[in-house]
Nanobody, 126 residues
């Protein structure tokens, strides 16, 4: 059974940095495309960043491009989201997800993902 556990969230001030981690168990990380989504208060879940199963190609949403970086450590079976220059608009619950079907393509839609973590709260104060 596949499990994803996020960590690293917290309360920070605008301009600060955080690094989120997602520990994946059940199968080796190299068999998944993985992504990060977030759900701001009162809004729908939105795509943040993803990395392809094969090749490690990445894609970041325009709203975070240049500030956030997704990466993975296959040996540790962990996916990371480095978040820099945080803004109050980045506040939300951040979810890690795994996609077992895609290969070279970077999965960007929530419907493409098969497994989800429980989420970690990120709050950015102004």
């Amino acid at each position: 059974q596949v499990q994803l556990v996020e960590s690293g969230g917290g309360l920070v001030q605008a301009g600060d940095s955080l690094r989120l981690s997602c520990a994946v168990s059940g199968r080796t990380l190299s068999t998944y495309g993985t992504g990060w989504f977030r759900q701001p208060p009162g809004k729908e879940r939105e795509f943040v960043a993803a990395i392809s199963r094969i090749g490690g190609n990445t894609y970041h949403a325009d709203s975070v491009k240049g500030r956030f970086i997704i990466s993975r450590d296959i040996a540790k079976n962990t996916v990371y989201l480095q978040m820099n220059s945080l803004k109050p608009d980045d506040t939300g619950v951040y979810y890690c997800a795994a996609d077992t079907q895609s290969t070279l393509r970077v999965p960007r839609l929530s419907s493409e993902y098969d497994y989800w973590g429980q989420g970690t709260q990120v709050t950015v104060s102004s």
